[in-house]
T-cell receptor, first 115, second 108 residues
Framework: GEEVAQTPKHLVRGEGQKAKLYCAPI?????VFWYQQVLKNEFKFLIS????????ETGMPKERFSAKCLPNSPCSLEIQATKLEDSAVYFC?????????????FGDGTRLSIL | AQRVTQPEKLLSVFKGAPVELKCNYS??????LFWYVQYSRQRLQLLLR??SRESIKGFTADLNKGETSFHLKKPFAQEEDSAMYYC??????????FGKGTRLSVIA
C-alpha cells in the first residue's frame, strides 16, 4: 500500500497477558522500524528489519519482546507477559533503503493499554 | 551517545510572528538531522532534512555544527502550523534518535 498500516489502533490487555501488534510497510520498502512512545515522550527505538532479517535490535528489551517480518505477511511485535510499564504507543515506520537520504514513513501507531 | 534536546515543551506565538523551534544534539561524528511534524489526528511525517537544504511550508533549518544545533525557523507563523514537532538524528547506520518534541501553538 501507499501508507504504513498498523493494526489494531488500540489494544487493551490485562497485566500478564500477551499482546501482538502488526505493521504492513509501504509496498517496496525494504526496511521496517519499531519505536515505542511512552506518555508522549520521545520515541524509543526498539528494532529494525531489512526485509525478513533483523538489522538492529539494540533497543529491544531482552525479555518478553520479540518481533518478526516474514515474507508476504505483516510484520509483528509481540510482548509476552505484559507489564503496566509496557503501556505506550508503538509506532512502525518503513523506508525504501537504509541511509540518511531515505526518510522513514510512519504509521498511525497502536496504543497499547495494560490494565 | 547520541542525544537530541528540544528545550521547549510548548511554544505559543501569534499568527504572523516569527517562530523558532530549538533543537540541540550531541554526537561526535557527522550526523544527519531531520524535523518531523505531527498535526492533530495525523501520523508523524517528515518535514525536512538538512541534507536537502530545502524549505518546506516556509520552514527552514540550518545545521550549525559549531553550536550542535538544528533549529527550525519560519518568518511568519500560520494557524495551520500548530502541531507537534520532533527533531531527530541519525548517523546513517543507526536508528533515528528523537527529541521529546515541542508543541507549537499559533494563536490567531
Amino acid at each position: 500500500g501507499e501508507e504504513v498500516a498498523q493494526t489494531p489502533k488500540h489494544l487493551v490487555r490485562g497485566e500478564g497477558q500477551k499482546a501482538k501488534l502488526y505493521c504492513a510497510p509501504i509496498k517496496g520498502h525494504s526496511y521496517v522500524f519499531w519505536y515505542q512512545q511512552v506518555l508522549k515522550n520521545e520515541f524509543k527505538f526498539l528494532i529494525s528489519f531489512q526485509n525478513e532479517n533483523v538489522f538492529d535490535e539494540t533497543g529491544m528489551p531482552k525479555e518478553r519482546f520479540s518481533a518478526k517480518c516474514l515474507p508476504n505477511s505483516p510484520c509483528s511485535l509481540e510482548i509476552q507477559a505484559t507489564k503496566l510499564e509496557d503501556s505506550a504507543v508503538y509506532f512502525c515506520a518503513s523506508s525504501l533503503y537504509r541511509g540518511q537520504e531515505q526518510p522513514q514513513h510512519f504509521g498511525d501507531g497502536t496504543r497499547l493499554s495494560i490494565l | 551517545a547520541q542525544r537530541v534536546t528540544q528545550p521547549e515543551k510548548l511554544l505559543s506565538v501569534f499568527k504572523g510572528a516569527p517562530v523558532e523551534l530549538k533543537c540541540n544534539y550531541s554526537y561526535s561524528g557527522s550526523p544527519e538531522l531531520f524535523w518531523y511534524v505531527q498535526y492533530s489526528r495525523q501520523r508523524l511525517q517528515l518535514l525536512l532534512r538538512h541534507i536537502s537544504r530545502e524549505s518546506i511550508k516556509g520552514f527552514t533549518a540550518d545545521l550549525n555544527k559549531g553550536e550542535t544545533s538544528f533549529h527550525l525557523k519560519k518568518p511568519f507563523a500560520q494557524e495551520e502550523d500548530s502541531a507537534m514537532y520532533y527533531c531527530a538524528l541519525t548517523s546513517g547506520n543507526t536508528p533515528l534518535v528523537f527529541g521529546k518534541g515541542t508543541r507549537l501553538s499559533v494563536i490567531a
